[in-house]
Each structure stands twice: as C-alpha cells, then as structure tokens.
C-alpha cells in the first residue's frame, strides 16, 4: 500500500492485508468500527509505534488519563486535532 486512499479503498475488504504492519492494521480495524480488535493488536507491544496507536485508541475510547500514559510512553504529546485528523495522520506515518 502506498498512500491513504489505497488504504482506504482496502477497508472494503473482509480482512486487512497480511502485509500490513501491526500499526497499520490496529487503524484498519479501528476504521472498520471495531475498537477491541484494534486495541488487541497493540495493547500487548511494548514499542514506540505501538504506544502511539495505543494512545490514540485510548483517546478514541474516551479515557483521556490512559491516553495520556501511552502518548508519553510514545515520547508525544496529546495532539490537538480531531480524531478523524489524528487517524488519518497516524495512517500516512505508517505507511511512510
């Protein structure tokens, strides 16, 4: 996949591409409306990437001190912008 609206056009299928990274497929479940499979790809990573979708996931599902963890954990900061602009942001990151 090279850019958002590919990955965006990938959201009509069943399942995410086997080629995708965690993160990536954290955000095309997340996209698909199903949080706890989103949340289940990262909640159990330790790394930086991984912290960072878990924040953002978090912040999602309205628990704004448990983001916050995850955003530090991330070496980030809350970012203020809406979801749907933080997604998409995280979206093109990872598939830079």
């Not at 009509?12 to 497929?25: A, C, G, H, Y």
């Not at 448990?66 to 954990?73: Q, V």
């Amino acid at each position: 996949m090279k850019n958002i609206a590919e990955f965006r056009m990938s959201l009509k299928e069943d399942r995410p591409d086997s080629n995708m990274s965690v993160q990536l497929r954290s955000l095309w479940y997340d996209a698909k409306g199903d949080w706890h499979t989103a949340h289940h790809q990262v909640d159990h990573l330790g790394d930086v990437a991984s912290a960072r979708i878990h924040a953002y996931l978090h912040r999602k599902e309205g628990d704004i001190w448990n983001a916050d963890y995850w955003y530090t954990k991330a070496g980030e900061k809350r970012p203020q912008l809406t979801l749907d602009q933080e997604w998409e942001e995280l979206v093109q990151r990872f598939l830079s």
